[in-house]
Nanobody
Framework: QVQLAESGGGLVQAGGSLRLSCAAS????????MGWFRQATGKEREFVAA????????SYTDSVKGRFTISRDNAKNTVYLQMNSLKPEDTAVYYC???????????????WGQGTQVTVSA
């Protein structure tokens, strides 16, 4: 069992930056690939980024490439999402998830956090 807790969301102006954190409980964090997803109001949840268990490989949805960076610190049981050059269309609730592989398919992820709100003003 893994419990996930996101933090770091908030209100930021367009062009600004935020760093989201996702802290995991348990001793098995390093075995899991991690993903970040987001859901805007009235829209389906969508993939943002993923990272393998070792941190050796990452992937991103096209709309955030070059602006967002996913990373992890297995010693701290934490995965991060550094978000730069934020745009109003990045406004959403951001969720972290843990699963067996790093993929954009949310059905593969076994554990989810409660989410953190990110609001980007124009």
């Amino acid at each position: 069992q893994v419990q996930l807790a996101e933090s770091g969301g908030g209100l930021v102006q367009a062009g600004g930056s935020l760093r989201l954190s996702c802290a995991a409980s348990g001793r098995t964090f390093s075995r899991y690939s991690m993903g970040w997803f987001r859901q805007a109001t009235g829209k389906e949840r969508e993939f943002v980024a993923a990272i393998t268990s070792s941190g050796g490989s990452t992937s991103y949805t096209d709309s955030v490439k070059g602006r967002f960076t996913i990373s992890r610190d297995n010693a701290k049981n934490t995965v991060y999402l550094q978000m730069n050059s934020l745009k109003p269309e990045d406004t959403a609730v951001y969720y972290c998830a843990a699963g067996s592989i790093a993929t954009l398919r949310e059905g593969v992820y076994d554990y989810w956090g409660q989410g953190t709100q990110v609001t980007v003003s124009a």
